[in-house]
């Protein structure tokens, strides 16, 4: 991230180890892989994320049940990590809520060429303001998901 402007977000110590040992612990943990090599991780959390409680200068698209990315990142060997995140998402639930810190341009464009929507602004446990994005599929969008 600091190589793309973006040196703030996560700092020299975020997230914590304690953090991704507690997602590891409760089954949100999701390793990707090309030929067996892990170049991907991220967090995966369905049900309501305290964080998102809040939203300022905006509102959420729908208040139905969501899941919630959570510290997506890629080793930088492999495109697409997050195309295979949010595909592996949207497959367990259709509304997906994720945030991005304001210097993460890469991340904003991610999520805008998507499909996400901008709905307002959230803050952190430290208080800092990400920007709050949703992807809700229609009816017509479930159907390719489906399993049947």
């Given at each position: 991230?600091?190589?793309?402007?973006?040196?703030?977000?996560?700092?020299?110590?975020?997230?914590?180890?304690?953090?991704?040992?507690?997602?590891?612990?409760?089954?949100?943990?999701?390793?990707?892989?090309?030929?067996?090599?892990?170049?991907?991780?991220?967090?995966?959390?369905?049900?309501?994320?305290?964080?998102?409680?809040?939203?300022?200068?905006?509102?959420?698209?729908?208040?139905?049940?969501?899941?919630?990315?959570?510290?997506?990142?890629?080793?930088?060997?492999?495109?697409?990590?997050?195309?295979?995140?949010?595909?592996?998402?949207?497959?367990?639930?259709?509304?997906?809520?994720?945030?991005?810190?304001?210097?993460?341009?890469?991340?904003?464009?991610?999520?805008?060429?998507?499909?996400f929507v901008r709905c307002g602004i959230i803050?952190?446990?430290?208080?800092?303001?990400?920007?709050?994005?949703?992807?809700?599929?229609?009816?017509?969008?479930?159907?390719?998901?489906?399993r049947t």
């Amino acid at each position: 991230m600091r190589q793309t402007g973006n040196p703030s977000q996560w700092g020299d110590d975020h997230p914590y180890v304690s953090v991704l040992m507690q997602d590891i612990r409760n089954g949100c943990s999701y390793i990707l892989e090309e030929q067996s090599r892990p170049c991907g991780v991220f967090s995966f959390i369905i049900g309501d994320d305290p964080t998102y409680q809040v939203i300022e200068d905006g509102h959420w698209l729908n208040e139905a049940p969501y899941g919630t990315i959570h510290r997506i990142a890629g080793d930088g060997s492999v495109k697409g990590i997050f195309d295979a995140c949010l595909a592996y998402c949207l497959s367990h639930i259709p509304n997906i809520r994720i945030d991005t810190h304001r210097d993460n341009l890469i991340m904003q464009h991610l999520l805008s060429k998507n499909g996400f929507v901008r709905c307002g602004i959230i803050h952190v446990e430290d208080g800092s303001e990400r920007l709050a994005y949703q992807k809700a599929l229609s009816s017509l969008q479930l159907s390719f998901f489906s399993r049947t």
